[in-house]
Each structure stands twice: as C-alpha cells, then as structure tokens.
C-alpha cells in the first residue's frame, strides 16, 4: 500500500520551488536522449518516497542518457537543498523490522571488505540506523558513519552507541586522510553530485585506502528487459551507473578500480513477494496469498538477479 501523502508534506516539498535541469555528472554533456518518460507528478515528492523502504516502486521523473558517455540520470531533478530536506525528515520503521535479513547481507559484504583491508578505521556513507557500522565494530574497525536521516543517525548513536553524525560527508569534519576504509552501500544512486561525493571520499581516505560500495548496474539484462518496470527507477534515484561509467568516475577523481562483483542481498520471502506488485498485480496477490497459506514469507533467501553490483577501488 502506497504511503499517504500529507498536505503538510506537499506544501513543503514543492517540486517547483526545487528542481532543476542538470548537465552529465561525469562527462559535463547536454546533450541527452530520453530513456523514459515521467510515470508520476513530482509533487509527490515526500520524506517517505525516499525512505529505504519507500513503497513508490516504478515511479519515477524523466530518466535520460548522456549522448557523450553514456550516464543515465533522472533530468530534471530536485536540487541539492530539496534532496537534503527530503532525507534529513526520513523515518523508517519498517527497516527496523526488517532488519536481520539486512544483518545477513551485510555480513556477507563485510567479508568482501575485510579480504581487502583487515582493519583500520572505517566510514560508512548513508549509515542509516548503523547496523553494518555494528558488525564492524564487532569486527574490530574503528567505525564511524554520517547519515541525513535525523531519525536514523539519532537511532545509530542512542541505540548502538555508534559515531554517526546526521550530516553529510562534507560537513562531517573529518581530518584528511584519516580513514583506511570508507563503505558507501546502495547510496551513490541518491547524490545530487555523485562526482563531488566520490571526491569527497578520495579526501578522508589515506593512501591506498580502500573504497567499497554497491549499486544498481542499468546496463543489465534485467533492465533491458523490464525497461519501465524495472523496480529500482524510483524517485529517490538520480543516477543509474554501469560498471563503464562508474569506473570512469572513479578513475577521474583519483581511485583504481580492483574488482567489480555480483552484488547479492539476503532478503525475506515477503519483501520479494511484495515487490510482484510493481510488475503484475495478479502475481503479486497470487504470491501473497501462497505466502500467507505456507508460512514461509519469514524465510530468508539469497536474490542475486545480476542487475546490483559491488565495486572495490583504492585511492591513487
């Protein structure tokens, strides 16, 4: 069921006091072809569309392609101030309810960062509620994390007594080169200026420090099959990487790109059985229904449909 949309919320978040048309975040083009129309008002714009949890799957503003590079973005999109008003109110309850399934797609990623960089000092970006911030504290990191949520960096600091500051990386105040690891999880495809953020990164990072992150990869097969339906052209996302273009941006602003994998999440039957919706109703009620009848909707599974991968580069 799609989130109620609160007066109070339209009158704050007007689109037309906040969206811009933006050039190519990588290559500085202006020159775009359009991949899909606008499927919904952007005055539907509201703190719960851009909640991790956010029901708004498939809706989206005007997605595009860079006809110089080849990025797609969403164009136009709300600015900078909007996104960062947008976040800063998000509450997300669900995730909460959620989240061992979450625990065991960020343990499964923690391996992947302790093969690179064993230990040290570690950020993560977008930490949300601190749970992957949690397990690599237990892991033995000096953690911290920086997270636009009020709600969820409060949560992160009261509940799990973690370093999370409710800001982003650019007023966090971190000295210099003073992290050996910086984690971005499913949060680059979110920036009003990917670019300015990944330099941002390379900053606080130390020589040959590790950056690791996870995002959708549009060049897939599956969004090359499911074109408008594809579940993760939302409006919370402003940028759609392939593997070409986000090593590209990492290459100009000063990062090596060591390995590019899979990304595979552990997730509930429930979760995926809700997500039918977008793609057929039919189905979806069809799955709920079988879910309900067997009891299995608390089972986790490992999703791995190829169109999610998880990038490792170090700092040059």
């Given at each position: ?13 007007n ?18 072809t359009q991949?899909?129309?606008?499927n919904?008002?952007l ?6 569309a851009f909640?991790?949890t956010?029901?708004d799957?498939?809706q989206h503003g005007?997605i ?6 080849g ?9 900078a ?16 309810e959620?989240?061992?399934a ?49 709600w ?5 600091r ?8 409710p800001?982003g990386?650019?007023t966090?105040?971190f000295?210099p080169e ?8 499913d ?11 990944l330099?941002?990164?390379h900053?606080?990072?130390k020589?040959?420090?590790l950056?690791?992150l ?5 060049g ?12 993760w052209?939302m409006?919370?996302?402003?940028y759609?990487?392939?593997p070409q273009t986000?090593?590209?941006m ?9 390995a590019i994998e899979?990304h595979i999440?552990?997730?509930y039957v429930r ?11 039919g ?10 009848k067997?009891?299995?909707g ?10 999610l991968?998880t990038?490792?580069?170090?700092k040059?």
């Amino acid at each position: 069921m799609r989130a109620e949309i609160r007066r109070d919320e339209v009158e704050r978040y007007n689109p037309e006091l906040g969206l811009e048309s933006v050039p190519c975040n990588l290559c500085g083009s202006t020159s775009t072809t359009q991949v899909l129309a606008a499927n919904t008002s952007l005055a539907d714009l509201r703190a719960a569309a851009f909640a991790c949890t956010s029901p708004d799957v498939g809706q989206h503003g005007t997605i595009v392609r860079c006809d110089n590079c080849g990025l797609v973005y969403t164009n136009p999109r709300p600015t900078a101030e909007l996104l960062d008003a947008l976040y800063a109110d998000v509450e997300d309850n669900v995730y909460l309810e959620d989240e061992e399934a979450r625990v065991a797609t960020f343990r499964h990623a923690l391996v992947g960062v302790r093969k690179r960089a064993p230990g040290g000092r570690l950020l993560d970006i977008g930490s949300h509620v601190g749970t992957f911030l949690q397990l690599a504290r237990e892991a033995g990191y000096d953690v911290s994390g920086v997270e636009p949520s009020t709600w969820a960096a409060e949560y992160a600091r009261n509940t799990r007594g973690l370093d999370v500051r409710p800001c982003g990386l650019t007023t966090a105040g971190f000295e210099p080169e003073s992290f050996d690891v910086v984690t971005m999880w499913d949060v680059i495809e979110h920036f009003a200026d990917p670019k300015e953020e990944l330099r941002q990164v390379h900053g606080v990072l130390k020589p040959g420090g590790l950056f690791a992150l996870t995002t959708m990869d549009v060049g897939a097969l599956l969004p090359r099959v499911l074109r408008g339906r594809w579940p993760w052209y939302m409006l919370m996302h402003q940028y759609f990487f392939t593997p070409q273009t986000l090593s590209r941006m990492l290459d100009e602003v000063g990062f090596e790109v060591i390995a590019i994998e899979p990304h595979i999440r552990i997730t509930y039957v429930r979760y995926v059985a809700s997500k039918l919706e977008a793609y057929s109703r039919g189905l979806h009620r069809v799955a709920t229904l079988l879910t309900e009848k067997t009891g299995i909707g608390g089972m986790r599974i490992p999703v791995n449909l190829g169109d999610l991968m998880t990038v490792y580069a170090r700092k040059r």
